[in-house]
């Protein structure tokens, strides 16, 4: 049958159930969120007179716990006004609803005994054919469908969330016995295209694949820890972006997810009979002191971090001491090992040198890479047939850059089985099989197309749904031209690629020209221009301050001048070339990385885009057309009647703040999206593929070449009276110091066209001209340099 969703309704509002909610939201279902009936009443209720029966009281835990979900802290909403969407009620007076939902999602409380007391309910009021979904991280799936009508069973399986679902990628699909194969391929399709999630398949397996490989991992980094002397700030500095991991590393994610968490999937996993290693579940002594201290991390306020204040109230990290068990302040680390990977920015060359590392670095590194290596391997057949699926797991459900087997290839196959065999953690009989054919790796590329080692066949297979993504780094044979800080590719059907090399993709001189060959030879031998990369850090984080700075220093303004003219003008031709150039943004798109998708024909976002303008912070405005694009679309917006000033107020105050959306639907809001024109993709990795897509229809529809506009609406001193009241007013509050209304006084300027008598019509080159003599009027200025200065040397711009 041919199933779409336009209905969710979630049972459980908990911190889970009620993010999963907001997520559906997100992507525009309508969604029934329900909870218990409280039993008694509260203080507040008492207060006020209430009874069991009133409304308010009936549905207080659901409407407490989204109330709390919405004011958390990273939003579980593209938007504040998609909660609309979620319809709140309760299971006494509500449930019976869900026979109008095309899916019926629980996730209440992990207990096998309440979870099929609910679904004997829910299978006596759903309608056949309603897709029936657990959330469990641990129960087995099986055991919560016995009793259950054959419908039910039919339609009946697992659909595992990781918490935050908005923000990590993993959907675990878990059959049931009866699960029909067609509901699975459903969820697997649904899961990937309108949830933008990896939808891996398991098997109905303790843990599932990335809570079992995943808890393994943070159990035996505790262990390893706890044996060697290592403090808890030393092992997260050891466990994060340094070898691709979140930068919470693991003693900070521990505290963020709750040590209880863990605990509970400890001790389901312990229990396990089959599993050779199950002993490495018991819980180390430190973390079961901590569970009987209930020290459960962020939730209670301490864990293996505690905040506190100094005695001038300024907020103190403080780090647990894990031999004394007493908090002691956290302190910077640094390791001979680390050091000599600081400027390897290719994460698959740091390995090498981590491994080899003779500090307890090294050590740290070979223990728990070798114990993590043999329980992968050893997981096969178990819990998955293919070794992708455990690495799509781990990847997309614990935030890792590249999962356990890609890691052992990084290392070499080989070489990591003899660091193993040293420590007595030889890996299972498949992989020394597979090298003894003379298979030297678990991947490889062949023809554009990532391969995988497939153990019953002992060949190279092709990881399905390839199809659907373009991954670049797959594409090598296809580059045309590249230099330092780019490359260009032909992504086939006639659209050219072009892909960023630097640090944060920072727009630098070798991007620069990168960008504009990427023009001229798009022009000549093809049909469109996608800019894109496979980066999970950045679109582009604007310009390279580096020279800029140094030109400064040196007083060179007529190179800052050319060198602004020059990066305006690659701008706009993102816009005025005869090809249509179509970006694909995601994460990072900050200053220049605004401007370029401001200026290309077609914006294809991932819905996790990080946009803004952001240069004042820094001491300047933008001046790569970022000014001149938020004055035409502002002119663009006027209507007869229309408020314009409010309308451009707007506009000046995200650029004023450096405001940064927190969506790609947020960047809809602050017009740096157009929701008639640009594109917002659930799936990061669909991204460049949907952007050539939509290039290839924008050269099929007729593309034509368009026309400088002359046509600008500003608002010349009216506008001007405006900015100048507010910013005297904030500077009088002293909420803005004297350089800040500056630089606003700059922006207001050049947004409003200028000191022009009255509202009239200007060209694009004309506030160009506007953008470019302000920005070089403010590196001159010693505080702007002070704040570049600070970014490029601390991080962090002083606010003088």
């Known amino acids: 049958m041919n199933r779409s969703i336009k209905k969710v309704a979630v049972l459980g509002s908990g911190i889970m159930g009620s993010r999963i909610a907001c997520h559906f939201a997100n992507i525009g279902v309508e969604v029934l969120l329900l909870d218990i009936v409280p039993k008694e009443l509260n203080a507040a209720e008492q207060a006020k007179g209430l009874t069991l029966e009133h409304p308010a009281v009936r549905n207080r835990i659901v409407n407490d716990a989204f109330q709390n979900t919405l004011k958390a802290s990273p939003a579980a909403l593209y938007s504040a006004k998609f909660a609309s969407r979620v319809k709140l009620g309760n299971f006494d007076d509500n449930l019976a609803e869900i026979k109008n939902y095309d899916w019926v999602l629980e996730a209440i409380v992990e207990r096998l005994d309440i979870k099929r007391s609910l679904f004997e309910k829910v299978d006596a009021l759903r309608k056949p054919g309603t897709l029936i979904t657990s959330n469990t991280s641990g129960i087995p799936i099986h055991l919560m469908s016995e009793g259950r009508s054959d419908d039910f069973q039919k339609h009946f399986c697992g659909t595992h969330f990781f918490n935050p679902p908005r923000y990590l990628k993993l959907f675990e699909v878990i059959p049931g016995p009866q699960t029909d194969k067609s509901i699975l391929d459903f969820l697997m399709h649904y899961g990937d295209l309108y949830l933008g999630k990896t939808t891996v398949l398991c098997k109905d397996t303790p843990g599932f694949i990335a809570n079992r490989l995943g808890i393994h991992a943070l159990v035996e980094t505790i262990r390893v820890a706890a044996e060697m002397g290592l403090t808890v700030e030393e092992v997260d500095k050891l466990t994060g972006p340094v070898v691709g991991r979140p930068k919470s590393g693991t003693f900070r994610l521990s505290d963020v997810v709750g040590l209880d968490t863990t605990v509970n999937v400890c ?19 430190i973390m079961a002191k901590l569970m009987e201290n209930k020290w459960l991390g962020d939730k209670t306020g301490q864990g293996f971090y505690k905040k506190s204040k100094d005695e001038k109230g300024k907020t103190l990290i403080l780090a647990l001491d894990l031999q004394t068990l007493e908090y002691k302040p956290s302190v910077k680390v640094k390791f001979e090992t680390l050091e000599k990977t600081k400027a390897i920015d290719d994460l698959k060359k740091r390995f090498g040198i981590l491994l080899k590392g003779t500090d307890k670095a090294g050590e740290f590194y070979r223990r728990t890479f070798a114990s993590g290596f043999r329980y992968a391997s050893n997981r096969i057949p178990e819990i998955s047939d293919e070794l992708y699926r455990i690495d799509q797991a781990i990847c997309a459900g614990f935030g890792w850059e590249m999962g356990l087997f890609t890691t052992w290839d990084a290392i070499g196959v080989k070489n990591m089985v003899g660091i193993m065999e040293s420590l007595q953690l030889n890996p299972a009989t498949w992989v020394y099989e597979m090298l003894e054919a003379g298979n030297e790796s678990f991947y490889k590329v062949q023809d554009g197309k990532k391969l995988y080692y497939d153990i019953p066949s002992k060949s190279y297979k092709a990881i399905p749904g390839q199809e659907s993504f373009i991954i670049l780094e797959n594409k090598s044979q296809n580059i045309i031209w ?30 620069v020209e990168g960008l504009n060959r990427a023009y001229a030879i798009a022009e000549k031998d093809f049909r469109g221009l996608v800019v894109g990369n496979d980066s999970n850090e950045a679109f582009s984080a604007g310009a390279n301050l580096a020279m800029l700075f140094m030109f400064a220093i040196e007083q060179e303004y007529d190179e800052i001048n050319l060198m602004i003219a020059q990066f305006q003008q690659t701008m706009m031709r993102a816009r005025y070339s005869s090809i249509p150039v179509v970006t694909a943004a995601h994460s990072l798109a900050l200053g220049g990385g605004c401007e370029l998708n401001l200026h290309s024909d077609k914006v294809v976002a991932h819905a996790e885009t990080y946009m803004g303008l952001v240069e004042l912070g820094v001491g300047l405005i933008p001046a790569g057309g970022g000014t001149k694009e938020m004055a035409l679309r502002c002119s663009d917006l006027y209507q007869t009647g229309d408020p314009e000033l409010n309308i451009l107020q707007t506009a000046f105050m995200n650029i004023a703040q450096a405001k940064v959306s927190t ?53 010349g001193k009216t506008g001007l009276a405006l900015f100048k009241a507010g910013i005297g007013s904030m500077r009088m509050a002293n909420y803005i110091s004297d350089h800040d209304a500056k630089i606003a006084d700059k922006l207001a300027y050049v947004i409003c066209g200028g000191d022009l008598s009255y509202p009239q019509n ?38 003088n």
Do not use: C, W
Request: aromatic share 6%.
């Open 762 to 799: 200007v060209t694009e080159q004309y506030l160009l001209d506007l953008e470019r003599e302000a920005f070089l009027s403010l590196t001159g200025e010693k505080k702007t340099l002070e704040r570049i200065q600070g970014l490029l040397t601390g991080g962090k711009p002083p606010r």
């Open 663 to 715: 969506s790609a639907q947020e960047a809809v809001e602050m017009n740096y999206i157009k929701a008639d024109r640009d594109q917002i993709v659930l799936n990061r990795s669909r991204l460049i593929a949907e952007a050539k897509q939509a290039a290839v229809d924008l050269a099929e529809n007729g593309y034509t070449q368009p026309k400088h506009r002359t046509d600008i609406k500003v608002q």
């Open 267 to 285: 001790n389901n996993l312990v229990q396990m009979q089959h599993d050779e290693s199950r002993a490495a579940f018991e819980l180390p002594p």
């Open 482 to 511: 590249k230099n330092a800080g780019a490359s260009i590719y032909d992504l086939g059907d006639g659209i050219a690629g072009v892909e960023f090399h630097s640090k944060m993709n920072t727009f630098g001189a070798e991007v």
